[in-house]
């Protein structure tokens, strides 16, 4: 369990840090802001401390570990409807390859609608529309050599390709690397991770390229009971302070194949810039046999708006693998 967790905090200690970075004075100074926002309701409704509980094929962008718990097929679908017209969307699908590995394909998309073109007169020079793009792929694999009886250890890789149209072009690329080990306790399981995001060669619109906002995140979660699931995070980012979060999911048994849930969370991200109402989220979801709802309300302090998220995800069960009966 502690190789791949030193193999990670090898890599932190290797990121190249300027003299401002992860501090106040580090804000505005990474493009690319895109690669930030969020790609599950669920998660998003748990306040973004859902990297160690991520168990899906959005474990693409929250930790590429996550890819591992996969039982057999996966897919994902996340809309979003930002202030000021800005639409969101991401999908995405993973498919199990063997007992230990999963490989992933994703894609989202940034509108951020239509704006009036101006010189430097102020007159109107008609409209330009900016629009992200990304495309990635994710592979998540069981560490059984480092796994026993009391320890699950997984790691993951994501690499992603993110072209943007602004009146210039530009593109990036990057990749993402993530651990995730679960502790079998005699009542209760414990589960601690680690990723690295958004590491790789920003965009270039002039004569500057930008940096990638690279982050770091350390998650943990457990379950005290059986229905209820606690997270806790801590996030590095390159620009900005460093900052915390905390979600709760409770899930009850409505009907046979029919599960409901309810969460709720913290992120004290916007704490400074939009103030207290600005960090609490909230949501819910109902599970259908294989298939999942998922709805996530977030406010957005001073700004005097909410932001919605629903996000659609399927779930394939396993052909129970021997290892799977194990557990």
Not at 20 to 26: I, K, L, V, Y
Not at 184 to 189: I, K, L, N
Not at 203 to 222: A, E, I, N, W, Y
Not at 288 to 310: C, E, K, M, N, W
């Amino acid at each position: 369990m502690r190789a791949p967790l030193l193999a990670v905090a090898a890599a932190l200690l290797a990121l190249p840090a300027g003299a401002s970075d992860f501090g106040r004075a580090a804000a505005g100074t990474t493009g690319s802001e895109f690669l930030l926002l969020d790609t599950s309701a669920r998660g998003i409704a748990m306040g973004g401390a859902y990297s160690v509980a991520t168990n899906d094929a959005s474990s693409l962008y929250w930790n590429p570990a996550g890819l591992s718990q996969v039982p057999r097929f996966s897919a994902t679908f996340l809309h979003a409807q930002y202030v000021a017209g800005i639409t969101y969307n991401a999908a995405s699908v993973a498919k199990r390859i063997n007992d230990s590995s999963v490989l992933a394909l994703g894609v989202r998309y940034l509108d951020v609608g239509a704006i009036t073109r101006t010189d430097v007169n102020g007159l109107s020079r008609g409209e330009f529309q900016p629009r992200s793009y990304l495309a990635e792929l994710g592979w998540g694999q069981s560490i059984y050599d480092l796994s026993d009886s009391e320890v699950d250890v997984a790691m993951g890789v994501t690499v992603k390709y993110l072209h943007t149209d602004l009146l210039e072009h530009a593109n990036a690329y990057g990749g993402d690397f993530g651990v995730h080990s679960r502790f079998y306790g005699t009542s209760q399981t414990y589960d601690i991770s680690m990723a690295i995001q958004n590491l790789g060669v920003g965009q270039k619109f002039d004569q500057v390229r930008d940096t990638l906002p690279t982050r770091v995140r350390f998650g943990g979660g457990v379950r005290p009971i059986k229905p209820l699931l606690l997270t806790i995070e801590a996030v590095g980012p390159i620009n900005s302070l460093p900052y915390g979060a905390a979600g709760m999911e409770y899930t009850v048994d409505i009907q046979k194949n029919i599960q409901g849930a309810v969460r709720a969370g913290i992120n004290s991200m916007t704490y400074e810039s939009l103030g207290m109402t600005s960090m609490l989220n909230f949501g819910f979801g109902v599970k259908l046999s294989d298939l999942s709802f998922d709805y996530a309300f977030a406010p957005t302090g001073d700004l005097g708006a909410q932001i919605h998220r629903v996000s659609v995800s399927f779930n394939l069960p396993a052909k129970i693998s021997r290892r799977y009966r194990e557990r």
